[in-house]
């Protein structure tokens, strides 16, 4: 069984700096995906980025990278330079690879707040 | 941009009545799937399909019904609304992505109340 906790309810960060929003997972599978989802108060589940267990480089995109670090099984997210439309909840989920989203595991999730 | 669709985007519906809870997708994946978020929480997969004709239900237990007649529609519907059955319904599609990956694409959402 598959297994993602994300730690931190809510955070608040002024906007520009930089904030990690943490994920660790549990999992027994040898061949797996983590995901990061965005979630803002529209409600629609917006995909920002993806690291498979078997990448060697870290996956950016944008002003999103993603810290993984497969000893410690952690995933976390950070935003460089944020601003205030970053504000929404953020999602961490895994599933074993090559399988669809019927697999997809979700984090309860961190609320950011960017302040001005 | 994700091409998924769903209707209505809030609905507010006495106990008893039944209701359908509308998605469309115009990007031609064949599987589909229907989670339940509560506020603040994550999101519990309730149905799944993998084609036409093709449904399964997802690991949470839910009352509701889907049906995939079609493609690009996937419908799910509620013979007798309750206040338990309150929360939001996401409805994505997937393909695989460059890396083999799921590519999952959701809909905005219905936010269900039921009174």
């Known amino acids: 069984a598959q297994k993602i906790t994300q730690t931190q309810p809510g955070m608040f960060v002024q906007e520009k700096e930089a904030v990690t929003l943490d994920c660790t997972y549990d999992t027994s599978d040898q061949s797996y995906g983590l995901f990061w989802y965005k979630q803002p108060s529209s409600g629609e589940m917006i995909f920002l980025i993806y690291?498979?267990?078997?990448?060697?480089q870290n996956a950016t995109e944008g002003r999103y990278s993603l810290n993984f670090q497969k000893a410690r099984k952690s995933a976390n997210l950070v935003i460089s330079a944020s601003q205030l439309g970053d504000s929404a909840m953020y999602f961490c989920?895994?599933?074993?690879?090559?399988?669809?989203?019927?697999?997809?595991?979700f984090g309860q999730g961190t609320r950011l707040t960017i302040n001005p | 941009e994700a091409d998924i669709y769903q209707t209505p985007r809030y609905l507010v519906i006495g106990t008893g009545k039944k209701i359908t809870l509308e998605c469309s997708q115009t990007m031609g994946h064949d599987k589909m799937y229907w989670y339940q978020q509560d506020p603040g929480m994550e999101l519990h997969l309730i149905h799944y399909?993998?084609?036409?004709?093709?449904?399964e239900k997802g690991d949470l237990s839910s009352e509701s019904t889907v049906s995939r007649i079609r493609t690009e529609h996937f419908p799910l519907t509620l013979e007798s609304a309750r206040p338990s059955h309150t929360s939001q319904y996401l409805c994505?599609?997937?393909?695989?992505?460059?890396?083999?990956?799921?590519?999952?694409?959701f809909g905005q959402g219905t936010r269900l109340t039921v009174v």
């Open positions: 994505a599609s997937s393909e695989y992505g460059p890396q083999g990956h799921t590519e999952a694409f």
């Open positions: 989920a895994m599933s074993p690879q090559y399988q669809g989203a019927q697999k997809l595991v």
């Open positions: 690291q498979g267990s078997y990448d060697e």
């Open positions: 399909s993998y084609g036409v004709n093709s449904t």
